[in-house]
């Protein structure tokens, strides 16, 4: 199994390279939150509805920031919204 690198740089302007084991990766991860993140996206992805966001995907507005007409796209919702 191939060690995983990691680029930390704390205090600012101190860069090291630091070599972590997979498994040790897994247990800090593991550890920065309880989260289940393979599961957290199954139920995501299982809720999927085909065709859901066409309208904004096509949207003029969107497609003209998508080839570059603009730098910034601001999208407003309700609370409910998600993008």
Known sequence: ???????ASYPPG???LVIFSEKKLQEITDWLSQLDFDQK????????????GNW???EPTFQSWLRGEF????CLGNGDCLL
């Open 1 to 7: 199994m191939p060690d995983m690198y990691l680029w």
């Open 14 to 16: 101190n860069s090291k």
């Open 41 to 52: 996206q199954h139920n995501i992805i299982s809720d999927y509805i085909a065709e859901t």
């Open 56 to 58: 904004f995907l096509e």
């Open 71 to 74: 730098n910034t796209l601001w």
